[in-house]
């Protein structure tokens, strides 16, 4: 199970590796998450989270979200010949502002919350190694021993490993859709407020705008992606570590009451873990609480 979650967030790691940092990193090299307290390191991550993310996208998409309820409550219905008021006008600005903030409000949750998060993440991590050398130590193997991948998880990790690369490759093609459909933020407060005549300017300057909106719109879409994705792989293999680990605990009971081993010993060993396990998510759940809470309070104000 450790070696098909290592292998998954490896593939993700180096994918996005030539990327800015994030303020929690996993490393490759420790299998061991970690706290970025560099500012310049994370300078290209505050120029994706406020200018790429916040002014190009999330900002614009909030304005035509109120440009629509304006529209609506004008005429009563959703107006036919506005070109930024159809039904995929509404579902970009959907997407942009639950991708867009969830992404914003993820990383600089992590920013504040980095020691919670890398204690109560690493601990997990380091409980799992305990209970494979205890394993180790029982079976008379090497303590660094581990079993070797099956077909089927080999297969699993090698499929869920393609994701990142998938989402990296699909980025273009989304956001050429979006620019060519007007469904982009910039074409919206262009021509939604500044209504330029483009037949009055040369096509340069037409092909130019949607050019730099389209290097925009890729950069976004790459950017909530990358944080997108380390949330996803931050929360689902956070659990199953948690899940592995009391499954791991059980079987090491089984085995050391099999061989009689001192048991006043063990039982501190499992009170010690059993306590790691209900502290560090005791420290954490809030901040999970709040992240969860703001996704939901996301989804409630788009779909009104």
Avoid at 40 to 61: A, R
Avoid at 144 to 160: C, G, I, M, Y
């Amino acid at each position: 199970m450790a070696q098909v979650v290592f292998e998954i967030v490896d593939s993700y790691y180096k994918t996005f590796e030539k990327f800015p940092k994030l303020p929690v990193m996993f490393s490759r090299q420790t299998h061991r998450l970690v706290a970025v307290h560099n500012w310049k390191d994370l300078t290209g991550w505050l120029i994706e989270c406020v200018f790429t993310l916040g002014l190009c996208v999330l900002i614009p998409k909030f304005i035509q979200f109120v440009y629509i309820v304006r529209k609506y409550l004008q005429f009563g219905h959703f107006p036919d010949q506005d070109e930024f008021v159809t039904p995929i006008q509404l579902l970009s600005v959907a997407l942009a502002i639950i991708g867009s903030g969830s992404a914003i409000s993820a990383s600089f949750s992590s920013l504040l919350f980095d020691r919670e998060i890398v204690y109560t993440v690493n601990s997990l991590f380091e409980m799992e190694q305990i209970l494979v050398t205890r394993e180790n130590i029982i079976h008379h193997r090497a303590e660094n021993h581990r079993d070797k991948l099956t077909p089927k998880e080999a297969s699993f990790a090698q499929v869920l490993g393609y994701v990142p690369l998938f989402g990296l490759y699909l980025t273009p093609a989304m956001a050429i859709f979006a620019v060519v459909n007007g469904l982009d933020p910039l074409t919206f407060v262009v021509d939604g407020y500044f209504r330029p005549d483009w037949r009055r300017y040369k096509i340069l300057w037409f092909l130019g705008f949607k050019v730099f909106s389209l290097i925009m719109m890729t950069a976004a879409v790459i950017s909530a992606t990358r944080i997108c994705l380390a949330l996803a792989c931050s929360f689902t293999f956070t659990a199953c570590f948690l899940q592995h680990n009391i499954r791991m605990l059980g079987k090491d009971y089984n085995a050391i009451g099999r061989v009689r081993v001192v048991w006043i010993r063990n039982v501190r060993i499992y009170v010690i873990m059993y306590n790691t396990i209900v502290i560090g998510f005791a420290r954490l759940g809030p901040y999970i609480a709040v992240i969860g809470l703001f996704s939901l309070a996301a989804c409630g104000f788009n779909w009104i």
